[in-house]
């Protein structure tokens, strides 16, 4: 078996880790970070770019660059509409009310576009290993629905992923800061804020066991919300000095985006900032500059509804496993957004005691995701530990009334199984829908429909004399599956989730297939490009070889060397050219100029004469006979390899 990486999907940073030699450590991306953003760009000419590239074109490029896709997988079309209007990019209603990108003229599945980023961090863990990646584990906000879970493991696998177990992010920490704690007994809260989601989970921690105790949060609070309040701030103070609207402008936006991303991480540090964003845009006037100074003070201000926001789960969480807080141990702060200092302060209020800073936050997930990969991997180094998840929302069905009855309530710890018997509501009844739901509220309007089917065939009764046993299972994942056995006729029907509107295995494979086609395009345009490369170094060396040896150059042979030229320099600037073609044209120049070479020394009286071919090493010393051959060095110089002559 391979390496199982761990990998911290992120709303806005992504992170890959694995185990080496017993210890869990951070893969470097391609462009030597330790964090990759999430960030698909789409490209004129169909390019795509993922990661660092991506976010460095963002602002020419705003409505083909995609970012924060997670606070868009597994969601509805109608649950999303705040978050649709922070963005630059198109978005369209896709099948079964999910929500789709749309670049130009080609929509994407919020799976595809997450499926481009492991398919960025797996290919940057295979260049860092040196082997085939094949298997992973991914984790989620500990918050997250079922829908949202299978959607990421969907983009798992279009990445070509076998994902051996999705985990929560909080927990992935806790085993990241436990790992070498085994012998303590510890209960500890992990306080998750990351880019786009916020998690508080309590984890008792003794004998290397890891036990969820209860979990809470909010999957709508992010580092991205305190971004949005500077950036509201900018665009209405600028309105209120200039008159202009900038919030229709995406370049503009995109502009005041990063603008407002980097004072929050700057605040962190100082207590002011300057926003200095000169042509943000013109009138009739001239062009119009931004320079607004913001202090963390007036930061703090802006954001106290978001820092107060986090206070509730926590509460929430303490109440649910039966805790108070004089009872936690440790406090871990896991996520970017928890480097804010009004953060900081809010737990340490709450909590009366300042949190544990022996984590990297950035990492922390990713690290503890990479010990669960080397555990599920069967690597020798590390000890055996039970990790015991529980279950974030409560889950039920759809009774007489739209009532909502729970048969597994939140923070049952995974897996679990549990069957309860219902009836049929009408006399006569063969049929009966069972409609499965998510959530905390009594009616099932207010919670999240995951799926439905239908039992029938059940003898007709009168009301309430038939009994249909309903089961609920939930693996070690957090997917649910469902099934209904009429205990007359023993019929059954059985459902395995998927998000509501999510991809079939099918769709899943295609996807899948056209991610590897594309990671095979990508390799021959590297492959092209290091052909080209090549080529023009050899053309480099031709033409030196020219000028040095001007007057041993007939006409019949310039011509038939600038014939083949010419070849190599249309082979160059054709933006289709296939590495085979371009290894033809090559191979001909390597040719024509071995075979100048040989004339050149042919008619050479000396090695060391001025006419001579210029060579890569000193070999003045050596009589040289006419058995040669032309290649390429390291550097792409041509240098030309004689066998010496006693």
């Known amino acids: 078996m391979g390496k199982v990486i761990g990998i911290d999907l992120g709303t806005t940073n992504s992170c890959v880790a694995v185990l080496e030699g017993g210890n869990p450590m951070v893969i470097p991306n391609a462009e030597g970070g330790r964090t990759t953003p999430s960030i698909v760009a789409f490209g004129k000419s169909s390019e795509r770019l993922v990661g660092q590239l991506a976010k460095r074109q963002a602002v020419t490029n705003a409505e083909n660059t995609v970012f ?37 003229d080609k929509e994407y599945t919020c799976q595809e576009i997450s499926g481009m980023i492991l398919q960025k961090l ?5 260049a860092y290993l040196g082997e085939t990646v094949t298997q992973a584990v991914i984790t989620v906000p500990a918050y997250f629905s079922d829908a949202q879970r299978q959607s990421t493991k969907d983009a798992g696998a279009i990445a070509g ?11 992935a920490a806790a085993l990241a800061y436990g790992i070498d704690k085994q012998d303590q007994d510890q209960v ?30 909010n999957n709508h609070l992010g580092g991205d919300n305190f971004d949005e309040c500077i950036l509201d701030w900018l665009l209405a103070d600028f309105q209120a000095r200039e008159g202009i609207d900038l919030s229709q402008d995406k370049m503009a936006l995109q502009r005041l985006r990063e603008a407002s991303e980097k004072a929050k991480v700057e605040l962190s540090g100082t207590l002011t900032t300057t926003i200095n964003l000169p042509f943000i845009t013109a009138d009739e006037t001239g ?32 109440a649910d496993c039966g805790l108070s807080v004089e009872e936690i141990d440790r406090i871990l702060l896991v996520g970017g957004s928890t480097r804010i200092p009004a953060i900081q302060e809010a737990v340490k209020a709450f909590a009366g005691k300042s949190p544990d800073r022996a984590i990297n936050p950035d990492e922390a997930v990713a690290l503890g995701a990479a010990i669960q990969g080397g555990i599920l991997g069967k690597e020798t180094t590390v000890k055996d530990l039970l990790l015991l998840d529980v279950t974030p929302l409560s889950l039920g069905i759809e009774t007489l009334g739209g009532v909502f009855s729970k048969i597994i309530d939140r923070n049952t710890t995974l897996p679990t199984s549990k069957t309860q018997s219902f009836s049929t509501a009408a006399d006569g009844q063969t049929v009966v829908e069972v409609s499965v739901y998510q959530g905390e509220r009594p009616l099932v309007a207010d919670n999240k429909e995951l799926a439905r089917f239908e039992l029938s065939g059940i003898p007709p009764a009168p009301r309430g004399v038939p009994q249909i046993d309903v089961s609920f299972d939930i693996d070690a994942n957090g997917i649910v599956s469902v ?25 899943i494979e295609r996807m899948r297939q056209e991610a590897q086609i594309y990671a095979q395009s990508d390799q021959r345009k590297k492959e092209v ?15 030196s070889t020219l000028q040095s040896n001007a007057a041993l150059f007939t006409p019949e042979v310039k011509k038939n060397i600038e014939r083949v030229i010419a070849g190599v320099q249309a082979a160059m600037v054709n933006p289709d050219v296939t590495p085979e073609q371009m290894k033809r044209q090559l191979e001909a120049l390597q040719q024509a100029l071995l075979n100048i070479g040989s004339m050149v020394y042919q008619q050479s009286a000396s090695p060391t004469s001025s006419g001579s071919f210029p060579l890569g090493h000193d070999q003045s010393t050596q009589v040289l006979s006419d058995d040669a051959t032309v290649i390429s060095d390291n550097e792409g110089t041509v240098v030309t390899d004689y066998e010496a002559v006693d």
């Open 483 to 507: 099934s209904a056995v009429d205990r007359g006729t023993g019929r059954q029907q059985a459902i395995t989730i998927t998000n509501r509107g999510g991809l079939s295995s099918m769709e």
């Open 161 to 171: 992923l076998d994902v051996m177990r999705i985990i929560n992010e909080p927990t």
């Open 529 to 543: 490009a290091e052909l080209r490369n090549q080529a023009d170094s050899l053309l480099y060396s031709y033409e």
């Open 68 to 104: 924060s896709i997670k606070r868009f997988i597994g969601r509805r079309w109608d649950e999303t509409l705040n978050e649709r209007g922070r963005i630059s990019y198109g978005c369209v209603q896709g099948k079964d009310n999910t929500v789709n990108v749309k670049i130009r």
């Open 122 to 126: 797996k290919q940057d863990a295979e």
């Open 188 to 217: 500890i809260l992990v306080f998750d804020l990351g880019g786009g989601t916020f998690d508080v989970s309590i984890l008792q921690l003794g004998d290397g066991v890891f036990e969820v105790k209860s979990t809470s949060g």
């Open 287 to 318: 062009p119009k500059h931004i320079e607004a100074e913001l202090t963390r003070s007036k930061f703090e201000e802006l954001v106290a509804h978001l820092v107060q926001a986090t206070v509730e789960p926590m509460n929430q969480a303490l």
